[in-house]
């Protein structure tokens, strides 16, 4: 037995070899990346519970190891004969490493849609419910993705599919940017999902200037009355109506949408508890935990260290902008028409990212009016706005898909 | 409106053409706005109903007494769940009566007792009040 060689062998192995060889650069800023992404969700809190996930998931990916022990092959999933002959599910699941079995659950989305259901069993439609025309300022702020399609169309730099899957960053839905994304652009999923929920968590910086910008002081001040109280009935049967008016005219989205209304469903019957209770708790943090890692697994450094990366961060943060200033102009709208009744800062809550925007409505109307609590107003528009991201990824899916 | 019309115009491998692009910007904020109103005024008419419908409860409560009959016929195989008869609330021990309160507040009442108790010199529990009546300015 020589040791030198056995020591060669574990040497030639060993990751620290692999960085010097031909890609291992980007390995090294990947791992980078994904360590300030951890400090950014560690430290700064930002959307902690999937970037955590999402920069360790790039942290293992990145990681140069041998064929035999990688943890997941980006080129079964988005290489040249994955395009053309499909992606052989069987091969996946004899030889796949961890984050390949987990990556199931994102590419044939699943994920997403269990993510809804969640998020339908933590939703209170009543503020919606109440004040119905919440629903305009839902689907003005998905304004946002549109014009975001038309800019990335403008770059020259983008397929259909991934053009769809960048402008949909703006509908600030963490869940329907990835059911979008992988199926349309599964190359770029890592960077618009990374672009998706740090925006998020960044809308209590980004919408506030815009707000104050584009509303008068008079407008902000603006004290909305209460609405008719919603009956136990009318929150059953809102569900099950969406779920057939919404499936039958966009059938794409109905996984998506028929998860939240059912989850939404689960919550609001009254005789599911301990289903809602799972849907909101354990099975949510379970898929968080599978979907965070399994996406941040995606961001090689191969796809990941381009200008397009680059560009979609820009366009993202524009989505976000774009979105906001759709919600408060429509908002402002709804001010003349409602003779003042309606504050428009409650029209940048219409960008998804529930409670968030709320929130960010609630935080500027007390800066202008105190006592004047704008947060069961703008969750009307916040919940309308999952309602139209879904709707707005389901007429992309139509197209394109 | 079916959306399947709308699969195979575009190649999501294509490049998308800026045209093409404002073209879906367009016809793509129409639908959200369409399918958005259009729950919205499923919405308000479900509104609309339930509102209506506890108005008419409202005007006419001895509907509801009928709807809960024909209810009861309807399901037969349930045994009418026994009727009870309300009952009065105890008394406390020593209390001698109902107290009518009119524009007084119990705090008030409790005071005004105490102070008439001790100016006559006779313990409270020997004192039966029956009724405690704000006056009115008119009054005075």
Redesign the interface.
């Given at each position: 037995m020589n040791i030198g060689q056995i020591i060669k062998n574990i040497w030639d192995n060993s990751g620290f070899n692999r960085l010097g060889l031909t890609g291992g650069w980007q390995s090294a800023v990947m791992i980078i990346i994904a360590l300030f992404f951890l400090y950014l969700g560690i430290k700064k809190k930002f959307e902690p519970l999937l970037l955590v996930g999402i920069a360790f998931g790039m942290l293992l990916t990145n990681l140069p190891a041998g064929e035999g022990d990688m943890l997941f092959h980006s080129e079964w999933w988005t290489g040249a004969e994955a395009v053309e002959g499909g992606i052989d599910y069987v091969h996946i699941l004899q030889y796949g490493g961890l984050l390949d079995i987990l990556y199931i659950g994102v590419k044939t989305g699943v994920y997403p849609c269990l993510i809804f259901m969640g998020v339908g069993a933590m939703t209170d439609f009543g503020p919606m419910l109440s004040r119905p025309s919440s629903l305009i300022l839902g689907a003005a702020a998905q304004g946002g993705i549109y014009l975001v399609l038309i800019l990335a169309a403008a770059t020259g730099m983008y397929t259909g599919g991934e053009a769809a899957s960048i402008s949909i960053i703006a509908g600030a839905d963490g869940p329907t940017a990835i059911f979008l994304t992988k199926t349309l652009a599964p190359q770029l999923l890592a960077p618009i999902a990374v672009a998706a929920y740090s925006y998020m968590a960044l809308i209590p910086l980004l919408q506030p200037p815009f707000m104050k910008l584009l509303t008068t002081k008079k407008e902000r001040m603006t004290v909305m009355t209460s609405t008719r109280k919603v009956s136990k009935k009318e929150k059953i049967i809102f569900p099950i109506l969406v779920t057939i008016v919404v499936s039958l005219l966009l059938p794409s989205v109905a996984p998506l949408l028929g998860s939240l209304m059912f989850g939404n469903l689960l919550k609001e019957c009254g005789v599911t508890e301990r289903l809602s209770d799972t849907a909101q708790n354990a099975l949510m943090n379970i898929v968080t935990l599978f979907l965070g890692i399994s996406v941040g697994a995606t961001a090689v450094g191969a796809t990941f260290l381009t200008t397009k990366t680059l560009v979609i961060i820009v366009l993202g943060l524009a989505g976000f902008v774009l979105a906001t200033i759709c919600g408060l102009l429509i908002g402002k709208l709804l001010y003349v028409i409602s003779k003042g009744k309606i504050n428009p800062l409650i029209g940048s809550a219409g960008v998804s990212a529930v409670p968030m925007a709320a929130r960010v409505s609630n935080t500027v109307g007390l800066q202008y009016n105190k006592g004047n609590y704008l947060l069961m107003h703008a969750m009307g528009p916040n919940v309308a706005g999952v309602i139209g991201s879904a709707v707005a990824a389901g007429f992309l899916l139509a197209v394109f898909a | 409106?079916?959306?399947?019309l709308?699969?195979g115009?575009?190649?999501?491998?294509?490049?998308?053409?800026?045209v093409?692009?404002?073209l879906?910007?367009?016809?793509?904020?129409v639908?959200?706005?369409i399918?958005?109103?259009?729950?919205?005024?499923?919405?308000?008419l479900?509104?609309k109903i339930?509102?209506g419908s506890?108005k008419l409860k409202e005007k006419h409560p001895e509907w509801g007494e009928k709807i809960a009959a024909t209810k009861a016929k309807l399901m037969f195989w349930k045994k009418p769940a026994p009727i009870e008869t309300p009952v009065a609330p105890e008394l406390a021990t020593g209390t001698c009566g109902e107290l009518k309160l009119v524009n007084t507040d119990e705090r008030d009442a409790a005071m005004i007792m105490a102070i008439v108790a001790d100016n006559m010199g006779v313990p409270l529990n020997e004192l039966r009040f029956k009724s405690i009546k704000k006056a009115e300015e008119e009054e005075k």
């Open positions: - | 409106m079916n959306m399947n709308l699969c115009i575009l190649n999501k491998d294509d490049h998308l053409k800026i093409d692009a404002l879906l910007a367009l016809i793509g904020i639908i959200v706005f399918v958005l109103i259009a729950l919205m005024l499923i919405v308000s479900v509104g339930f509102d506890e």
